[in-house]
């Protein structure tokens, strides 16, 4: 055996078979695309066809993983296209030697492969990989709104044909072992590392003369091939779809879908080229800045809880390990299924035995739908682990109660008289209210020291946000607890001070009511719609508001107004009572709202608001629309900044993309800011409140930020 080791590559040559194994193991914690690893595999190449005798070369880790693709800083970083269009090509050369190399090269893939690391196995002539239900695969660039620039557009389009290869790459698909294999994105599967080398070892020995179809002569495009007609009528519909999907607010998915179309026409090299093109300009692009900042960075802090107070720091126990659910609802039963199976004792306690039914039929359908890796056992011990009662005395020794009653100052007041004195000792209450303050609901407890709102966010099992609401007198100690509860669900949070609505209640009801008015106003619904979505919004105002309801807004805007003191757009809510009160249309659980239903299903815009809407606007269109439901929400965060209900400037960001679907595309409403930049922003605001009134006011915070030209963000794209 012959050996040697480079920075990020161990080398070793087995000259009875003639095989090269090149196994990474980079510095970090993970195998990751840098300069790093761009020297070593090189180095590692140039070894290898050094050694006499070579018959093939397996490249495996030494890591969990596999690798996990470009270094993220790198991308985040690169501001000077012509220096980061050097580097791609650099990598994709070195991609292109190995598939050229003259002799079989497979990935041994013993963990996940994504990104750079999935374009480095789609070099190899073969991928095995472990069938470990943990390892993922695929091409997840676009969720951070680049594209893959390693090859993966041109390689896997030619491998899988282009519908197949669309449907990875323009939604980010990542896909675990079992699924992965039966997509051909891996070849084979093994059950452990040493069966992947072993059939490395055979595919090699068995296929002494691989080479890449695409390099083969006469190769062909999985069909349709490009240029016929069948191609070009795939390729439209796919640019409607996509259109459709994301309303043209999303640069990277329609980039890699130019990439792939382009590049499918022209030799294999040039595809390549064609590919670094569009990947550069979007990385050195505003658009990828901004996601990647909120959606990466942001994201990974939030859930890491960095600066935040832990149970480790304070030297306590997280002390929960029964769990009470107070309202067997919408969300109380949501809530107790998802603490059932982080793998709390959880009691769910209602005051109507139907509620209590129709609780546990759900958290049976979320056990078969969401609980698949459990066996039979497993998913009865997760329901078994959830007890459903209609009596307090049951929660009795609860180290947490979650409250989820009807939303109700009193009620809640009443629950809590009623219920807090059956915690265990030193046990914590947490009010899942949506809106209303935490330090007056706390007037009702005991103990407000260990009073917290935990506002979960519907369906809850799906969504990943957790928004911590601090009262005046919540302690430390329970926020540590709280977020060591969070971090047991898989939760991520974010943490703010108290205030009505807090932070995404406040964001996401301006953005409601702001629809409303420029309905009230006469502006076109569907116009609304479609401006909201194209300015990436992810679901349109009005098609939210049938979802939440719209008795649910009609009644939460006076309590607004009581708790703030402050009047929301007025003619907006004027609509709303004529729509509830007058017009019965509630939401779409009733079939009828800002929408038409048949059959349960959204048909279009309910004819009868024309009726209901007999204003003209002055003025119309597409970007005034997009201003006021934009800025609407923008200066309602600035606002929760300015007066501390936001803390840090990730939440504001974090909470806003993953809570109520900000537009993913910007990185959340601060960053919108500092795109537009803030002189204008702030412009544009006070011409809108001297027209619209003080809800687009600019706090303080926008106006002294403008007077110095401060940003939120630091600038790192081409403009910046
Ligand atoms: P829901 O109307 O579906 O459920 C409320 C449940 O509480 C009902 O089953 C009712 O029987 C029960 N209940 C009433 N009085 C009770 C008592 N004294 N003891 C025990 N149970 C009692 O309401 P939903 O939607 O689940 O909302 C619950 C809370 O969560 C509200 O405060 C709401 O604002 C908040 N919330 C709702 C969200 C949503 O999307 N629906 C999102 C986040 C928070």
């Known amino acids: 055996m012959d050996e040697t080791k480079n920075g990020a590559v161990k080398l070793s040559f087995d000259q009875d078979l003639g095989i090269a194994t090149l196994t990474f193991q980079m510095s970090g914690k993970a195998n990751m695309i840098n300069d790093e690893f761009g020297a070593g595999l090189a180095e590692a190449l140039a070894w290898a066809k050094a050694r006499p005798g070579l018959k093939g070369i397996i490249l495996a880790s030494g890591h969990k993983d596999f690798c996990v693709g470009t270094e993220i800083d790198i991308l985040y970083q690169a501001r000077d296209v012509e220096e980061l269009y050097r580097r791609v090509r650099a990598v994709q050369a070195a991609y292109r030697e190995i598939e050229t190399i003259g002799v079989p090269v497979v990935a041994a893939l013993t963990g996940s492969a994504l990104g750079g690391g999935y374009e480095l196995a789609l070099a190899c002539h073969r991928r095995i990989a472990i069938a470990d239900p943990r390892a993922q695969f695929g091409l997840p660039e676009v969720t951070l709104g680049v594209l893959p620039g390693a090859g993966g557009t041109q390689r896997l389009t030619r491998m899988l044909g282009f519908q197949v290869a669309a449907d990875f790459i323009l939604q980010g698909k990542v896909v675990r072992a079992a699924e ?135 030297g306590i126990e997280q002390g929960i390990s029964t769990v009470g659910v107070l309202g067997a609802g919408m969300m109380g039963g949501a809530i107790a299924w998802i603490a059932a199976k982080s793998g709390y004792q959880v009691v769910l306690k209602d005051i109507r035995q139907d509620a209590l039914d129709a609780a546990m039929k759900h958290c049976e359908g979320l056990t078969s739908k969401r609980a698949r890796h459990l066996d039979e056992v497993g998913r009865r011990e997760l329901l078994a682990r959830i007890k459903p009662t209609l009596a307090n005395e049951e929660l009795k020794g609860s180290d947490l109660l979650i409250e989820a009653v009807f939303e109700d100052m009193d009620l809640k007041h009443r629950v809590t008289r009623e219920t807090e004195p059956l915690l265990a000792a030193g046990g914590i209450w947490a009010s899942n209210t949506s ?76 953005y409601l009511m702001e629809a409303a008015q420029l309905v009230a106003e006469g502006h076109n619904p569907a116009l609304i719609e479609w401006a909201a979505r194209s300015a990436g919004m992810v679901i349109g105002p009005l098609q939210v508001f049938d979802e939440v309801t719209l008795t649910l807004v009609r009644k939460a805007v006076p309590h607004g107004e009581k708790y703030t003191g402050r009047r929301l757009a007025s003619e907006g809510f004027e609509l709303l009572k004529t729509m509830v009160d007058d017009h019965k249309r509630y939401g779409r659980a009733a079939g009828a709202g800002f929408y038409e239903y048949v059959d349960g299903k959204r048909r279009h815009i309910w004819p009868g608001l024309g009726q209901v809407v007999r204003a003209t606007p002055e003025r119309s269109g597409i970007d005034l629309i997009i201003s006021r439901l934009m800025l609407a929400q923008c200066v309602e965060a600035a606002r929760a900044l300015d007066e501390g209900v936001i803390q840090r400037k990730r939440d504001a960001e974090v909470g806003a993309v993953f809570g109520i679907g900000f537009a993913p595309n910007t990185g959340g409403p601060l960053s919108y800011i500092d ?14 409140a001297r027209e619209q009134g003080d809800r687009y006011a600019p706090p303080p915070l926008l106006l002294s930020m403008a007077e110095k030209g401060e940003r939120f963000f630091e600038a790192v794209d081409q403009a910046g």
């Not at 994105?185 to 069966?195: F, K, N, S, T, W």
């Not at 803030?678 to 011409?687: C, D, F």
């Open 435 to 510: 809106a209303l303050p935490i330090t007056p609901l706390a007037r009702a407890s005991q103990h407000p020291d260990r009073f917290i709102g935990m506002h979960f966010f519907s369906p809850v099992e799906q969504m990943v946000l957790l928004e911590l609401i601090v009262g005046r007198q919540t302690s430390d100690r329970t926020l540590a607890r709280a977020l060591a509860f969070c971090r047991q669900i898989k939760k991520t949070p974010i943490v703010v001070n108290d205030g009505y609505g807090f932070y995404t209640t406040r964001v996401f009801s301006a």
């Open 180 to 314: 992965a294999k039966e997509a051909w994105l891996v070849d084979e599967l093994c059950g452990d590392r040493e069966g992947v080398r072993d059939a490395a070892i055979a595919w090699i020995r068995s296929n002494p003369r691989a080479t890449q179809p695409w390099d083969r002569k006469g190769f062909t495009f999985p069909p349709p091939a490009p240029g016929t007609a069948d191609a070009r009528d795939m390729v439209l519909v796919g640019c409607g779809l996509l259109y459709q999907k994301t309303a043209g607010a999303f640069l990277a998915p329609q980039y890699a879908l130019s990439a792939m179309q382009e590049g499918c026409g022209l030799t294999f090299d040039r595809g390549l080229e064609v590919e670094a093109r569009y990947f550069t300009k979007l990385a050195c692009g505003g658009q990828a800045k901004d996601m990647i900042r909120t959606l990466w960075y942001h994201r990974t802090a939030a859930e890491k809880h960095e600066g935040l107070p832990s149970i480790e720091q304070l």
């Open 675 to 688: 795109r537009r930049g803030i002189r204008t922003v702030v412009r544009e605001l006070e011409a809108l």
